[in-house]
C-alpha cells in the first residue's frame, strides 16, 4: 500500500473507533477525536517520544489531553500505538469498571498523564510538568549527559482556552519561558452551544503571543505536511512555550454532522456512522474494525519505543558510572522514597513560644528543607503572609506563582504527575475556593500535593468577613480522598507536617493561623505525636475513670477547650479535653480507638471557627456544637470571637447545659 493511502487508513481507524465507541456506549463526544485523527498521527508516530511497553519511561515526552472529552482520541491512539490497552478497552467505553472512563483518569488507563475533563485543567497540569522538567534538568544533567530532556505536550479545546485557568497557567509558562512546552489549539469553531463566534472573539494568535510564546497557524488540520513542519519548528524554539493553532472541523467526514454542534457531545447516530464510513471508503460497516495494515503501522511504535528508551538506558549508565552520587539521588526522588532523617532536625517549641501556626509552619519548612530537596513551592503573592519561602532556596525551590490562585493549583498537580518532586503551594484559606476544581481533581488522581491554607477563620479580624473563611474547612473536609490538618499549636504544626510528607493517596492541607496562639504545655498535657492519629485526649479526668462530658475541636479554638476544662475542673467536674487536629485521620482509627476517645454515651461539645458540618458525626444527637453559620465581621478577632460567641465561658455554658440533662453519674 503506497504511504500516502495506508497513513490515510491508519487516521480513518482512530475516526471510525471513536464513531464506533461513542455510538455503542450511546455517549460520549466523537467529533472532535475525528477532526484531530490526522494530528494523532503525526505526534505519535513522528514526534513524541514514549515506549508503549513503559509507560512510565523516565525520559518520555509527556502528553496531556486538556480536552478530556475527547478521550476516544488517546485511548484509540493507546491502543493503536500498543500500550497495555485493548480493543476490547475500547468497546467497553464508558462502562462501569472499564479502562476507558468518560474522561481519562491517570492511574487507570496505562499512558494516561493526567486526570482531564474539566477545561483548562489540563493546560494547566502540561504547565507544570514543564516547570517540573525545566528544574530537573540543570540539578542533574551534566556535560555529555542530557537524561532529563523530554518535552511536554498538551492539545487544548476553544473550552480550554475560555476558561480563567488556561490564562492563569499560559501567562505563567510564557514568562517562565519554558522553552519545552507545546501546545496544540483545536482551533474548529465548535462549543456545546453551537458555533463559538456565539460568545468567543478572542485572537487567540495575539493573546498567546503577548504571554511570550511562539505561536504558528496550520490552516488545514488534515495536512500531515504542514503538522509536521509545525511541530518541528516547535521543538526548535528553545526560549519560549509554543502554541500551534490547528484548524478543523468537527465530526470531519460525517455528511450531515460535520462543522455542527451536534456532534460535539453526542453520538453521530447509527445512520450517520454507516454514511460517515461510506464517505471515508471504509472497507466495511463493522463496528470496531481495525485493518490489519493499520494495526501495524501503528504498532511499529513498540520498536521506535524500544530504542528510544534503550538509547536512554545506554546515556543512563553511562551517567550512572560517572555521576553515581548523582543517579542515585535522582533514582530515589523518582521512586518517591524520603531520604534518611528527613525529620532529623525538626523544632521543638515550648509554653512560651506562642506564635501563628502560619509562622510555626515557616519554621517547620525551613527546618525540613535542607534535608529534603526535593520539596518546592511557593504561594500566589503571599510568600510572605504564608511563610513558604525557603530561606537560601533561591528560584530552583521558592516559586512565585503570582496572584493566579486556579492556575497554581493546576501547575502543582503537574509537577506533582511529573514526578521527581515534592510540591507545596499556599494562599489565604478563602481562596481555596478559586482552587478547588484543582484540589478535587489531586484528590481523585490520588496525588500528593501539599495546600498551606493560612488566615483561616475569623481570627484574621479586621480584614472582615471577605477574607474570613466560614464555610471552607467543611467544604475540603467533603471531597474524597483529601486530608485536612488544622493544627491547635506549634507542636502540632510539627506533627502536621511530618504526617504532610509522610502521607500518600491524596493532597494535604494545612490549615494554620494569622493570629498568635499559645503553646500547650506538653509536660501538663499528652504530646503532639496524637495529631497523626486524627483526635487525642490532650486533658483526661484526674484519677481516671469516666467523663462526664467531652470537650473537644481544632486549631486556635484548642485553647478555649483547655480553658474550659480547667475551669470546669476546678468546678469539681469530670471533664476530657481532646483535640481533633485531622477528623479524616480519626475516622480511619479502629472503633475501639475512637471510643476510647469519645466514649460511647458521654456528651460531647464540639468548637470550631467555622460551619458546623463537619462535627455532626462526632458530636452525636445530643452533643453541641459551637460553630459559626454567619459570615464573620471587621474588627479586632478578639472582639469577632466574643461578638460571634466562641469563648471560654460559652464553652462551660454548652458543657453545663448537657451536664445538667445528661445522666451520667457524678
Known sequence: METRALEQLCINTVRTLAMDAVQQAESG?????????????????????YNPANPDWADRDRFVLSCG?????????????????????????????????????????????????????????????????????PLFNRPGHQIVDHYTYFLASDGDLMEGISHEACSLAGHLKLGKLIGFYDDNHITIDGDTALTFSDDTAKRFEAYGWHVQ????????????????????????????????????????????????????????????????????????????EALAQWRRARERGARLEAEWRKTWAAYRQAHPDLAAELERRLAGRLPDGWDAALPAF????????????????????PKLPELIGGSADLAGSNNTDIKGGGPSRNFHFGVREHGMAAVVNGILLHRGFIPFCG???????????????????????????THDS?????????????????ALRAI????????????????????????????????????????????????????HRGGYVLADTPGGGKPEVVLMGTGSEVELVLGAYEKLKADGRRLRAVSMPCLEYFAQQSQSYRDSVLPPGVPRVAIEAA????????????????????????????????????????????????????????
Open 217 to 292: 497557524r496550520v490552516a488545514d488540520g488534515n495536512d500531515l505536511h504542514a503538522l509536521d513542519s509545525a511541530i518541528g519548528a516547535a521543538k526548535g524554539v528553545a526560549d519560549q512555550p509554543s502554541l500551534i493553532i490547528v484548524r478543523t472541523h468537527i465530526a470531519w467526514g460525517s455528511p450531515h454532522k460535520q462543522d455542527t454542534a451536534e456532534a460535539h457531545g453526542a453520538p453521530l447516530g447509527v445512520e450517520e456512522v454507516k454514511l460517515t464510513k461510506q464517505k471515508l471508503g471504509w472497507p466495511t460497516l463493522e463496528p470496531f474494525y481495525v485493518p490489519d
Open 458 to 474: 475569623i481570627g484574621l479580624g479586621e480584614d472582615g468577613p471577605t477574607h474570613q473563611p466560614i464555610e471552607q474547612l467543611a
Open 611 to 666: 460551619a458546623p458540618q463537619s462535627w455532626y458525626r462526632w458530636v452525636g444527637e445530643d452533643g453541641t456544637i459551637l460553630g459559626i453559620e454567619r459570615f464573620g465581621a471587621s474588627a479586632p478577632y478578639q472582639r469577632v470571637y466574643q461578638e460571634l460567641g466562641l469563648t471560654v465561658d460559652r464553652v462551660v455554658d454548652a458543657a453545663q447545659r448537657l451536664l445538667a440533662t445528661s445522666r451520667a453519674p457524678r
Open 69 to 137: 472529552h475527547a478521550c476516544m482520541l488517546l485511548y484509540s491512539a493507546l491502543y493503536l500505538s500498543g500500550y497495555d490497552l485493548t480493543l476490547d478497552d475500547i468497546k467497553q467505553f464508558r462502562q462501569w469498571g472499564s479502562r476507558t472512563p468518560g474522561h481519562s483518569e491517570h492511574g487507570l488507563t496505562p499512558g494516561v498523564e493526567a486526570t482531564t475533563g474539566p477545561l483548562g485543567q489540563g493546560t494547566g497540569n502540561a504547565v507544570g510538568m514543564a516547570i517540573a522538567e525545566a528544574q530537573l534538568a
Open 350 to 369: 515550648g509554653p512560651k513560644d506562642a506564635q501563628a501556626t502560619r509562622a510555626a509552619s515557616g519554621r517547620v519548612l525551613n527546618a525540613i528543607a
Open 480 to 531: 474524597p480522598n483529601m486530608t485536612v490538618i488544622r493544627p491547635a499549636d506549634a507542636s502540632e504544626v510539627v506533627e502536621a507536617w511530618r504526617a504532610a510528607i509522610l502521607h500518600k493517596g491524596g493532597p494535604v492541607a494545612l490549615v494554620l493561623t494569622r493570629q498568635k496562639v499559645s503553646v500547650v504545655d506538653r509536660a501538663k498535657y499528652a504530646p503532639a505525636a496524637g495529631l
Open 427 to 453: 494562599t489565604f484559606l478563602i481562596f481555596s475556593d478559586y482552587m478547588r476544581p484543582s484540589i478535587r481533581l489531586a484528590a481523585l488522581s490520588h496525588l500528593r500535593v501539599i495546600y498551606v491554607f
Open 29 to 49: 463526544h466523537p467529533g472532535t477525536a475525528m477532526a484531530l485523527a490526522p494530528l494523532a498521527y503525526v505526534l505519535w508516530q513522528r514526534h513524541l517520544r
